[in-house]
């Protein structure tokens, strides 16, 4: 048995051949590298037209004809749905309407407890893949930006010698980064798919503005093991669902500062050149025998390595609390809401929190989404802190001073105030009508000229803002996205 695989040997081994290859048994001019034989001794056409023929390397050349962006997403979603078809099951009729009537019983419920009004247009009931084509959108939109930093870091670490070189390949390498995020976002996606009870499971707004949705095939699975109904499993899920949907569409701002905080994380990654040569140089001198970049066993394990893995930077930390607060208090809110709406009216409400908690402190789809696609990990005690807050407020205030601290982004507590979330109630005032109107007034004297973007004075949910004892906080310069605060 030939020593080279696949038999691709010297042409002069076979003396039959001979004849075909050129004067003195040289290569044929019109086929140096001997492919003819590969393709059946086909003549005419380019080696691309030909490997175009092939069904693997047609996919191939798709999959590097991608220019839509730095992550190719029409491999993600191939990937990710074909994770998904073994067990994909279309959601019914049946299943439509109990998620429309489930969803439209939570909006009563929730109209009792918040003066947020409700912000659901349209009910739908997803199966797995539905959820995954329906949010793609919205994943682009968070990803994108991230994928071409991270990129562009990387290319800029090169040094001046291997970035001339690789000049010409730029292309190339564009494209190759577009298929290997591609491919680890959908699978990260598709994993996803299989876990999300809801479209705000994660706690962004990934589907269409207005739009409530359940995914009956996860909700079936969320329910096993709880020996409740499956309506009243149901029903739970709604009300954190339609609870979500109020968020997003009357707090105009919360979606654009939840994208910033992510945005922000990815502006932060920076790529230290001589901490990564250090890095090689150990790694490559750690390998027994050495390093040896035609072995894809030593390339795998330098890959491995995590040298090539930018650091954290202090503008990412910044970022990541920010994120981490604003998502801890959109949580919190909602479990408070929920707590107060579900009442005494869903026997089983105690129980189907709890696991919701458990779901969350293991690691649950908003965690494992932003660890694999962001490199972001949430703390979920911010979640029980921002909890205290929302429901102390409630109790000491009442629901509306609670709902008004929505009305603009510097209300809200910041991260040190879930440090101590008690102290931060204590110092919201209970103002009268009178007060709250004055106070209303003087905000709006301040402001005047500034585009906050919150609803105006005569939108649903423009409540009368409470603020701290010192007085009201500098809006200059803080638009509406609330910019890089580092306090947040």
Do not use: C
């Not at 030939?2 to 003396?15: A, C, E, M, V």
């Not at 269409?208 to 909700?219: K, Y």
């Amino acid at each position: 048995m030939s020593d080279i695989p696949f038999g691709f040997g010297p042409s002069d081994r076979d003396p039959q051949r001979r004849d075909e290859n050129g004067p003195g048994g040289g290569p044929n001019p019109a086929d140096p590298f001997g492919f003819g034989a590969l393709f059946g001794g086909a003549g005419g056409g380019s080696p691309e037209e030909l490997l175009g023929k092939m069904p693997l390397f047609a996919e191939l050349q798709k999959l590097m004809s991608w220019s839509g962006g730095p992550v190719n997403w029409d491999l993600a979603r191939q990937g990710a749905i074909s994770q998904l078809a073994a067990g994909h099951q279309p959601t019914s009729a049946a299943e439509r309407s109990e998620v429309a009537e489930a969803l439209r019983l939570a909006d009563l419920w929730l109209d009792q407890v918040t003066e947020l009004p409700s912000g659901i247009e349209r009910t739908v009931a997803w199966s797995r893949v539905d959820w995954l084509e329906q949010t793609l959108p919205a994943w682009g939109a968070l990803i994108d930006p991230l994928a071409e930093r991270v990129v562009a870091a990387m290319t800029a670490a090169l040094p001046a010698e291997a970035a001339a070189m690789a000049g010409p390949l730029s292309g190339v390498m564009g494209q190759m980064g577009g298929v290997m995020f591609g491919a680890q976002v959908g699978q990260a996606l598709g994993k996803l798919a299989d876990e999300v009870v809801t479209s705000t499971d994660v706690g962004l707004p990934l589907a269409p503005a207005g739009t409530a949705a359940l995914v009956p095939q996860n909700v079936d699975a969320f329910r096993a093991g709880l020996d409740r109904p499956a309506d009243e499993v149901r029903l739970f899920l709604a009300l954190r669902e339609a609870a979500h949907q109020r968020l997003f569409a009357h707090v105009p701002w919360l979606r654009q500062q939840l994208a910033d905080a992510v945005h922000a994380y990815a502006r932060g990654i920076h790529v230290d050149a001589d901490a990564i040569q250090r890095g090689l140089e150990d790694a490559m001198g750690g390998m027994e025998g050495g390093f040896d970049p035609q072995d894809p066993e030593k390339l795998q394990q330098l890959l491995g390595s995590g040298v090539l893995e930018p650091a954290e930077t202090e503008e990412q930390q910044r970022a990541l609390r920010r994120l981490e607060t604003l998502l801890a208090l959109v949580e919190g809110w909602v479990d408070v809401v929920v707590a107060e709406a579900a009442g005494q009216r869903l026997p089983g409400h105690g129980a189907l929190a709890e696991t919701m908690r458990r779901r969350r402190a293991s690691g649950g789809p908003a965690e494992q989404t932003f660890a694999t696609l962001v490199g972001l990990q949430l703390r979920p005690r911010r979640l029980r802190d921002a909890a205290t807050v929302w429901g102390a407020m409630a109790a000491q205030h009442g629901g509306a001073a609670r709902d008004r601290l929505w009305s603009h982004p510097d209300l809200l507590p910041t991260a040190a105030d879930l440090d101590e979330p008690l102290d931060f109630v204590g110092r919201q005032a209970a103002p009268s009508t009178s007060d709250a109107a004055a106070e209303q007034d003087e905000f709006d004297r301040l402001t005047a000229g500034l585009d906050l973007g919150g609803p105006g004075p005569d939108q649903p949910g423009d409540g009368h803002g409470t603020r701290d004892d010192d007085g009201t906080r500098d809006d200059e310069g803080d638009t509406s996205t609330g910019g890089d605060d580092p306090a947040r």
